[in-house]
T-cell receptor, first 110, second 114 residues
């Protein structure tokens, strides 16, 4: 079974706009990662944030983590058509177990 | 750039038949993962290896699924007999070690059971 949820499950925006995806979880974590998956392909690691961190940046990506609310958000700024994909958060908890959410399907319209 | 290799990319089989998937992780990666991803959902961990040892197979349906990584390098995931509900994408991933968090994924094997 998969823990937590991504929100929204689907998101459609115009190119150039920002996209924000949220991830909630239920149990304590060691770290949280975001992955991207293009249609029918494998997943690609985007960014990792540890439980003692609050914010991280990587290029056009910004991830925040609020452990008190058990939630994280991924912000993609100045979106491009090539950003069209599904985005998953993956929580690493006890015993190094990694759990993926159900994902947010992002469509960026040119 | 090193990649995780998987084969076949696509597999169509009839229910009750046996199927096998192969994964070759990135050289030097001690940890190997097999995931199942049903359409529209996130990956679900089936089995995790550290070298040749299984460290987590709690979600593996052991009555029909088996996995091995005999020499601690490449790995095979088998389903026997296949059922209609096994239709999914099977993803393999590897990482340097259990505490090395970044997983590198292969392209996956898409299985269709008729």
């Amino acid at each position: 079974s998969q823990q937590g949820e991504e929100d929204p499950q689907a998101l459609s925006i115009q190119e150039g706009e920002n996209a924000t995806m949220n991830c909630s979880y239920k149990t304590s974590i060691n770290n949280l990662q975001w992955y991207r998956q293009n249609s029918g392909r494998g997943l690609v690691h985007l960014i990792l944030i540890r439980s003692n961190e609050r914010e991280k940046h990587s290029g056009r990506l910004r991830v925040t983590l609020d452990t008190s609310k058990k939630s994280s958000s991924l912000l993609i700024t100045a979106s491009r058509a090539a950003d069209t994909a599904s985005y998953f958060c993956a929580r690493r908890g006890g015993y190094q177990k990694v759990t993926f959410g159900i994902g947010t399907k992002l469509q960026v319209i040119p | 750039e090193a990649e995780v290799a998987q084969s076949p990319r696509y597999k169509i089989t009839e229910k009750s038949q046996a199927v096998a998937f192969w994964c070759d992780p990135i050289s030097g990666h001690a940890t190997l993962y097999w995931y199942r991803q049903i359409l529209g959902q996130g990956p679900e961990l089936l089995v995790q290896f550290q070298d040749e040892s299984v460290v987590d197979d709690s979600q593996l349906p052991k009555d029909r699924f088996s996995a091995e990584r005999l020499k601690g390098v490449d790995s095979t995931l088998k389903i026997q007999p296949a059922e209609l509900g096994d239709s999914a994408m099977y993803l393999c991933a590897s990482s340097l070690g259990q505490t090395k968090e970044t997983q590198y994924f292969g392209p996956g094997t898409r299985l269709l059971v008729l």
